[in-house]
Structure formats: C-alpha cells, structure tokens
C-alpha cells in the first residue's frame, strides 16, 4: 500500500456501481487506487444502504463489490481521538457562525484532518465551512 493521500466519500465509493460511472471519478479510482481509505462513517453509510435493500439482484450485486472493497484492503479510517477533538472545535465555531453540517459530515470531514487526507466528494459544499479541510471533487 502507498502513502495515503485521500479519502472517499460514499459518493465516490459508489460510482462504479452506476451504469454509466463518471470517467473523472473512474480516473481517479483508477490512479490513486494505493492512496486512497475511507471513514469508518462512509463504511457504515454504505452498508446500511446495502443492509435495507430488498433482496435480489441489486442488492447481490452490491454486496459483491462491497465484499471486493473490503478483500481489496481498503484501509477504513476510524473516527478517534484527534478526529473528535478536531470535530468538536469545528462544531463549535460553526455553530457560533449560524451553521450547523450534518454530524456525518462532521466525522468524515475530521478522520480526513486528522489523517491529513484530501477529502473526495462530489458534495464539496457540505464541507466547504470546515476550516483547513482540503476537498476534492473528482466528477468531471
């Protein structure tokens, strides 16, 4: 595994399932596949979407690739210490500004600082009142 540069959110992970994937967010699967985990948080948003399909064939076929990420080594970082102590001062001055980002975002949005990540999103303006967090959006 290389040094870690990214982590994906659920939008990203989730591309590759679609019928005709984004060539932007592909490309950069594709490229940075060694630098790349997700959030403890993402793990349990993907999942839990998988965990309340009906069964049949979309929901195999999810299953599968989510047992592929996972065979694949896909580091999924958890949500500790650091990222909680960085999560609440972010919370905090947030809130004193009038804003309050959802609490998943939060966590995801700190495991990336606390693990000097770039974030991978295609939902950059739900991170984009986190002070120092670096964000990409790979959909071209």
């Known amino acids: 595994m290389g040094k870690l540069s990214y982590l994906l959110d659920s939008n990203i992970l989730s591309e590759p399932l679609k019928p005709m994937p984004n060539p932007g967010v592909m490309d950069g699967l594709l490229s ?16 839990y979407g998988y965990e ?3 069964d049949g ?6 299953g599968n690739y989510l047992e592929r990420l996972a065979s694949a080594a896909l580091p999924i970082l ?3 210490q650091n990222a909680a102590a960085w999560h609440a001062n972010e919370r905090a001055r947030l809130a004193n500004l009038g804003l ?3 609490f998943a975002d939060g966590q ?13 999103s295609r939902n950059t303006a739900d991170y984009s009142g ?9 959909f071209s």
């Open 32 to 47: 940075h596949n060694e630098q790349c985990a997700t959030a403890a948080v993402v793990w349990h948003e993907l999942r």
């Open 52 to 54: 309340r399909l009906p």
């Open 57 to 62: 064939r979309k929901k195999q076929i999810i």
């Open 78 to 80: 958890p949500y500790e």
């Open 100 to 102: 309050t980002p959802s």
């Open 108 to 120: 995801i949005a700190a495991i990336a600082q606390a693990n000097n990540l770039i974030l991978v």
């Open 130 to 138: 986190f002070k120092g967090l670096k964000v990409e959006n790979w």
